[in-house]
C-alpha cells in the first residue's frame, strides 16, 4: 500500500472490508484509522493484530459499507476485496466518493474479467456465491463519470485454479514476482487502482 499512497501522517484512512487488518495498519500509528469489515471473526483478528503492534487508537466499525456513515471525510479509503462482494459496484463507489475529502485517494481493487486467468478461475470456481465481473474498461467508465483521475496503478496476480492452497510464502512470492516484473504483470488477473477525488 506504502507504493500508492507514500508516507502519510496525520490523516484520516478508511479500510471498508478490512479484513485482519494488516493492509492498512502500517498507516495506524502516524494517522487515524477506522476499520470497517462485515464479520465480527475479521475485526477479531484485525484487533489481534493491532494490539500485537502495539496500536490502540483505530475505530472498527462492524457492518457494511452501506450501513456505514460518517460526518467527517476520509483523506484516503482503502477498499481491497470489496468490489467483488457489493451489491453493486457503482452504488459503492458513489458511496465511497461521498465519505472521502476532495483530493482525497481511494484505493480500489477488482479482478478483470478480460484477463484470461480470471476467466479460467470464474469457470472452474467452486464458490457458492455470486462475486461481481467487471472488465478494466467498465470500471475506467465508472470512475470517470463518478469524477475520479486515475493516479496509478497496479496488475499483480497469476494464481491457477488449485495454486490458493500452497503456503503463503510461495503465494507471497509469485504475487510479489508479478507484481515487480513488467512483462508478467500484464497478464495478472488483479489490479489495483489509485484514485483522487476531483469534484
Known sequence: MYELLGDLRNKKILDVGCGNGVISLEYAKKNNLTLIDISTNMLELAKANAQSKGIDNINYFRGSIEEFDSPEKYDAIIAIGLLSHVSSINGTIVKLKSLLKNN?????????????????????????????????????????????????????????????????????????????????????TEVIWNLKKIN
Open 104 to 188: 482525497g485517494n481511494l484505493i480500489i481493487q477488482f479482478s478483470d474479467l478480460n484477463s484470461f486467468i480470471t476467466k479460467i478461475n470464474l469457470f472452474l470456481s467452486k464458490r457458492r456465491y455470486i462475486i461481481n465481473r467487471c472488465t478494466k474498461e467498465d470500471m475506467f467508465g465508472i470512475v470517470n463519470s463518478l469524477g475520479y483521475d486515475l493516479i496509478n496503478e497496479i496488475q499483480y496476480s497469476i494464481l491457477f485454479p488449485g495454486m490458493g492452497r500452497l503456503p503463503d510464502k510461495i503465494l507471497n512470492y509469485i504475487t510479489m514476482l508479478t507484481y515487480q516484473n513488467s512483462f508478467l504483470s500484464n497478464y495478472g
